[in-house]
């Protein structure tokens, strides 16, 4: 199994800043993936991450409103880009582990004023 | 996105009863099946996978997959108070991320 590891767990912030949200796997994983979750809806791909590539991004999400970061096969960063109140949602980070289970973090659960 | 049909929308069972919730992708790429659970306030929790044909089970719950139809469903028996929550099906491929559906809101009456 993968343990997802996210930080900060909530994050209040004004419209137009900008935030991070981080994720961490307590094993190497080879692929990272980001979801979005408005209140008791679907979770919503945003994108794939892998180490050393640009992060893949589903249509309605887009590199410059939502860069991804993967440094390395632990690791990855959201940062959500002048914010605005309909951002508001959790974030979680997920991966797939060896045993072809799909795991997911806490989430992030984001509110912009 | 939304490839991924899931029924009905909610359910509500009363307590030591039978819930039934399905599930239909329209992706035939896409040949790993899911269910999570996710109660108000927390993360998905993977409640089972089932990537062959035929049934799964696993303590009180029953997952079935038709994979030549894409449909699968998740058969609660005896269910508890504790099982009301957001039960998700996802649905995903080889090497690319599961893709989920909208959902059904199962409540349990005690």
């Known amino acids: 199994s993968v343990l997802l590891y996210q930080k900060p767990n909530r994050d209040i912030c004004q419209s137009g800043t900008s935030l991070k949200i981080q994720c961490v796997a307590d094993s190497q994983v080879v692929s990272m993936f980001w979801y979005q979750q408005f209140q008791e809806q679907s979770l919503m791909l945003m994108a794939t991450?892998?180490?050393?590539?640009?992060?893949?991004?589903e249509s309605g999400f887009t590199k410059d409103k939502f860069p991804i970061s993967r440094p390395n096969l632990t690791f990855s960063t959201l940062t959500v880009n002048n914010a605005r109140p309909g951002d508001s949602s959790i974030y979680f980070c997920?991966?797939?582990?060896?045993?072809?289970?799909?795991?997911f973090g806490p989430g992030t659960r984001l509110t912009v004023l | 996105q939304q490839k991924v049909q899931q029924s009905p929308e909610s359910l509500s069972v009363p307590e030591g009863g039978m819930a039934s919730l399905n599930c239909t992708s329209s992706d035939r790429n896409f040949q790993y099946f899911w269910w999570y659970r996710q109660h108000s306030g927390e993360g998905p929790k993977a409640l089972m996978?089932?990537?062959?044909?035929g049934d799964k089970k696993e303590g009180r719950f029953t997952a079935h997959l038709n994979k030549a139809s894409l449909h699968v469903s998740l058969h609660i028996r005896d269910s508890q108070p504790s099982d009301s929550a957001l039960y998700f099906c996802a649905v995903g491929g080889n090497n690319n991320a599961p893709r989920f559906g909208a959902g059904t809101k199962l409540t349990v009456k005690p």
């Open positions: 991450a892998n180490e050393g590539s640009e992060a893949t991004y």
């Open positions: 996978s089932i990537f062959s044909d």
């Open positions: 997920s991966s797939r582990g060896t045993d072809y289970e799909q795991y």
